[in-house]
């Protein structure tokens, strides 16, 4: 059975970091993308960073560029994202999910593609 945990939300000021972890476990596949994906109150849920298997390739969304990075330890099966200068349009529930496939620089950003899921982590930043 796959599992995905998320750890590291909070409440933090406008400005701060946080960094977030997804710890994965009973994946079998050899290769596969890890995301995190965010979905703020009334908004729908959308892609904010993905990584490839070796961490060759990375996406990020326009709105975290230059202020997040994703990065992966496969021999830990964890994912982190690690959130600069927060502002408080990055309040939301975050989500790590797995897309057990190739790096696809076309489809990342699509919610659907993701095969599993984690329980989210809730990220409040005030002003």
């Known amino acids: 059975q796959v599992q995905l945990v998320e750890s590291g939300g909070g409440l933090v000021q406008a400005g701060d970091s946080l960094r977030l972890s997804c710890a994965a476990s009973?994946?079998?596949?050899?290769?596969?993308?890890m995301a995190w994906l965010r979905q703020a109150p009334g908004k729908e849920r959308e892609s904010v960073a993905a990584?490839?298997?070796?961490?060759?390739?990375?996406g990020y969304a326009d709105s975290v560029k230059g202020r997040f990075t994703i990065s992966r330890d496969n021999a830990k099966n964890t994912a982190y994202l690690q959130m600069n200068n927060l502002k408080p349009e990055d309040t939301a529930v975050y989500y790590c999910?797995?897309?057990?496939?190739?790096?696809?620089?076309?489809?990342?950003?699509?919610?659907?593609?993701?095969?599993?899921w984690g329980q989210g982590t809730q990220v409040a930043v005030s002003s």
């Open positions: 999910a797995v897309d057990v496939g190739n790096w696809n620089a076309g489809t990342w950003r699509a919610p659907g593609v993701y095969d599993y």
């Open positions: 009973g994946l079998t596949f050899s290769n596969y993308v």
């Open positions: 990584i490839s298997w070796t961490g060759r390739f990375t």
